[in-house]
């Protein structure tokens, strides 16, 4: 298990841009398949975006596409996403999750992953 702390959240315009950080805890951070989720009040739980252990595969939800980047740096035990073009409609706390795996299938399920942040509040104004 890796313990996640997450980062960078905060209130911005429409149109604006926020970077989010995840730190992990842990050596083993390498082996492990990352992902965003994100939680809007009176809302399930949704998969955002997610990247391989060595983040040669990322995927990304329909609704982010073309706007959200993940990244990861495996010497620095951390994933990033880069939210540009940011919408009201993102607004929701964001969630880092870890899955240990070093395959390349595209987990999207939050029962999938077994380590969770405390979340990050993102709020987006119109």
């Known amino acids: 298990q890796v313990q996640l702390v997450e980062s960078g959240g905060g209130l911005v315009q429409a149109g604006g841009s926020l970077r989010l950080s995840c730190a992990a805890s842990g050596r083993t951070f390498s082996l492990y398949t990352m992902a965003w989720f994100r939680q809007a009040p009176g809302k399930e739980r949704e998969f955002v975006a997610g990247?391989?252990?060595?983040?040669?595969?990322?995927y990304y939800a329909d609704s982010v596409k073309g706007r959200f980047t993940v990244s990861r740096d495996n010497a620095k035990n951390t994933v990033y996403l880069q939210m540009n073009s940011l919408k009201p409609e993102d607004t929701a706390v964001y969630y880092c999750?870890?899955?240990?795996?070093?395959?390349?299938?595209?987990?999207?399920?939050?029962?999938?992953?077994?380590?969770w942040g405390q979340g990050t509040q993102v709020t987006v104004s119109s």
């Open positions: 999750a870890a899955k240990y795996s070093t395959g390349t299938y595209s987990y999207t399920k939050s029962t999938d992953f077994g380590s």
């Open positions: 990247i391989s252990w060595n983040g040669g595969s990322k």
